[in-house]
């Protein structure tokens, strides 16, 4: 069995720190299982993949993995997908902060080749949207750090547990003001008539809407949407508020839905419009975007 290294490792280290504290990409560390001589391995043993580079944490976690009789392998920040598809593993727990801005990317190509692996993220301070948009890329879990290994040992039992059959998706409507989001039909009404978004206009209005009242901010939506990184000076975001904006006005009018916080984001909320003079303020913001969108 190899060791691993206690000693204390920067939250930001890379592939090269993780090569320097032992832990080499694809090297299996088989766990015996504690029985006596002759007696047949548990047939539920489970496998798990770990992409981490902190020492300390990983210390604890794969001692207890040990301790339940799992196999486990840790790999570096510089696994490919090839290798990590070609893993025999039931579950990868992976600390995305290590991916940098390709994170999305990486997570949801990991989804796409294997939807059979059931994917834990652990990870540092999060906003909602960050932790939406991995759920929707297909992650089964978020675990925030600093977190007791126990915990992450517990819900790796529960996305395992059922691991042989589809995670339900979200179903529920959500109700905003006058919208109803309809998850399960992709689009969203108001008195029961189609507003008739767009694909990426769904997205944006269910991203906004599972995040509460709190702010988005440009880049992250983008992220969520798109699946990478936002591009200096790029506009896409601003474009399809604008768009989504104007259909829910005309679908609502005397409800205002999204706000805009300049410098920041969006937020999704529904007020009502009292008198012109709010009605004038809200034309004029969305005149002001429609021309930076332009």
Known sequence: MAKISHQRVPPSCGASVVSRIGLVADT??????????????????????????????????????????????????????????????????????????????????QREQRPD????????????????????LGADDWLT??????????RVEAVTSHRHGPEPRDLSPVIVGEVEIRPDLYQAFVHGQSVRLTRREYQLIELLSRAGNEIQPRDVIYECLWGYTMARNDRSVDVFIHKLRRKLECASPGWRYIHTHFGIGYRLGAERVNGGAELELQRAQESLVARLAA
């Open 117 to 136: 692996v059931r994917v834990i993220v652990c990870a540092g301070a999060s906003t909602v949207a960050e932790r939406v948009c991995a759920l929707r």
């Open 28 to 109: 299996q560390h088989q766990v015996s299982a504690r029985q006596p001589s002759g007696e047949p391995d548990e047939p539920q043993t489970l496998r798990v993949a770990i992409l981490d580079c902190d020492s300390g944490f990983l210390a604890v976690l794969t001692n207890r993995i040990e301790r339940l009789g799992w196999q486990y392998r840790v790999l570096s920040a510089r696994t490919t997908h090839k290798a990590l598809a070609s893993l025999q593993v039931d579950v990868l727990i992976v600390d995305l902060s290590l991916l940098g801005a390709r994170r999305w990317k990486w997570l949801a190509r």
């Open 145 to 154: 750090k600093p977190c007791h290994p126990e915990e992450l040992i517990a």
